[in-house]
């Protein structure tokens, strides 16, 4: 429990408070960011064991070497930061590989981003980006 006021307190994953009638009311608290899913295709939660683990994201076409950048491919924490010890590179033309320089934390959520800025060498954008949580164990 973390006690916020005397009438405001924690106790994962809700935050109770009390009404001046003094009922106390509930409310569910989530560490899961709010994805657009007109903008973005959520993913299935991957998991894995490498704290030191990159990312190999494959499209279906080889990738404009200027598209991929820290803006537009990189990886977010569950608060919504961005990790500055993630550097994207392009791979075999259709690979973009998300080096990392530092560890994850475990038991973490983490989300890997794509934007639909990504182009290949056609011209082609994603139609949608991309948004893919996992935790390392």
Do not use: R
């Amino acid at each position: 429990n973390s006690v916020v006021s005397k009438n405001l307190y924690i106790e994962n994953p809700s935050l109770y408070f009390t009404k001046s009638n003094g009922v106390i009311e509930q409310i569910e608290i989530s560490n899961a960011l709010n994805v657009d899913s007109a903008s973005y295709d959520v993913l299935e939660e991957k998991q894995t064991t490498d704290a030191k683990k990159a990312w190999l994201i494959e499209f279906n076409m080889p990738l404009a070497s200027g598209s991929v950048h820290e803006e537009n491919a990189y990886i977010i924490g569950s608060e919504g930061n961005k990790l500055s010890f993630i550097q994207p590179v392009i791979e075999n033309e259709k690979y973009i590989c998300l080096k990392n320089n530092e560890q994850f934390s475990f038991n973490t959520l983490y989300y890997i981003v794509i934007e639909k800025e990504v182009t290949s060498v056609q011209g082609s954008k994603l139609k949608k980006g991309l948004y893919v949580p996992f935790t390392v164990q």
